[in-house]
């Protein structure tokens, strides 16, 4: 299985104080005063600089119908983030598998490795990214949407991207061009049923603990206990991701991360759209429940000043063992993102 990748492909360097490797997710966070367009320059400059500030890694993720997400295509995105970059891994966190056919996604990442060897990653989930409708749309189908047979898709895009199946397999003479030097192939969940998955098939394994945390723990616990030896690991290796916001004062970096609390507020409500400015997020008519909502998001991140952030992202690693750390601020304000990983990168001392 994926036998032309090797756990140095999935390992990152450590640098600087840093105990992990620490890498960036990116969702191209469009704002009430932005446009798409706005959103994809500022995930592009972010690229340029996590790669010059030592970040190991940049993932962008699939979403579908939410006006505040513009990474909607992430092959699409990756190829133009890797041609503005040169030594940055890119990749996907993830790929929505059941909305796409595997040999559809073995050819994107191929083309994509092909273009930029040595540099790519493909993150696969078994979540739809979307609504109900909109995965419908997506997946041609009229019938109950089910994530069943996702080890089974699973196991054919692998095969696709190895030219591995069994001869007697109806796809045994069907062949996922351009081949060449294989992307690694890590399983991404919030929940156990991915990392039971990823442990059995010996991959790397990314946990979202940032909308996930109260099952980070039992789901890094339960790929280890499950993780068999592969062609690709002969440990495990596990990643989290996690919301990091850094800013001068605490006051002002809970002014700044409050936007990202009342998209997810709305995005919970089934009333998505793009993200408010600070201003707005401060002037919201919160309910009980919805300043309980928000405190508990706000609970699971970190934010604060550098070294507050520095301290929070240090007691996360040595609580769940990670042995990666990846960082997100799903900030639409683009100048502000941008000083966040700055005041991150230099708390750590990565370059």
Not at 85 to 100: D, E, F, K, Q
Not at 201 to 206: E, R, S
Not at 245 to 251: G, K
Not at 262 to 284: E, N, W
């Amino acid at each position: 299985m994926n036998a032309r990748v090797s756990g140095e492909q999935v390992r990152g360097p450590v640098r600087g104080e840093a105990a992990v490797p620490l890498s960036v997710l990116d969702l191209a966070t469009v704002g009430v005063q932005d446009s798409p367009s706005d959103a994809l320059a500022a995930t592009t400059e972010l690229a340029e600089r996590v790669e010059a500030l030592g970040y190991h890694r940049m993932w962008v993720a699939e979403h579908h119908g939410m006006p505040g997400i513009a990474s909607s295509s992430p092959a699409v995105v990756i190829a133009h983030l890797a041609a503005h970059t040169r030594t940055l891994r890119l990749g996907s966190g993830g790929v929505m598998l059941p909305n796409h056919a595997p040999l559809v996604i073995a050819e994107q990442f191929g083309t994509l490795q092909a273009l930029h060897p040595g540099r790519i990653d493909l993150g696969v989930g078994r979540a739809p990214g979307t609504d109900q409708a909109t995965a419908r749309a997506l997946r041609r189908t009229e019938g109950p949407l089910s994530a069943e047979d996702f080890p089974q898709q699973l196991g054919e895009l692998i095969a696709f991207l190895d030219d591995d199946f069994p001869l007697d397999h109806p796809y045994a003479e069907v062949q996922s061009v351009p081949r060449g030097p294989l992307p690694p192939v890590w399983l991404l969940g919030s929940s156990g049923f991915s990392a039971q998955l990823a442990g059995a098939l010996g991959l790397p394994f990314a946990f979202a603990h940032h909308f996930s945390a109260q099952n980070t723990l039992p789901a890094l616990e339960l790929y280890r206990e499950s993780f068999q030896p592969s062609e690709v690991l002969d440990e495990p290796y596990s990643m989290i991701g996690v919301q990091a916001v850094a800013a001068d004062t605490e006051e002002e970096a809970l002014d700044v991360v409050r936007p990202i609390a009342l998209s997810m507020l709305k995005l919970r409500q089934g009333v998505p759209g793009k993200q408010p400015t600070r201003q707005q997020a401060r002037d919201y008519p919160y309910t009980d429940l919805d300043r309980a909502f928000v405190d508990h998001w706000l609970a699971d991140a970190v934010h604060g000043t550098p070294d507050a952030v520095r301290a929070g992202l240090e007691e996360l690693r040595e609580r769940t063992g990670a042995d990666e750390l990846m960082l997100t601020a799903n900030l639409a304000d683009a100048e502000t993102k941008l000083r966040s990983f700055d005041l991150i990168a230099k708390a750590f001392r990565l370059s």
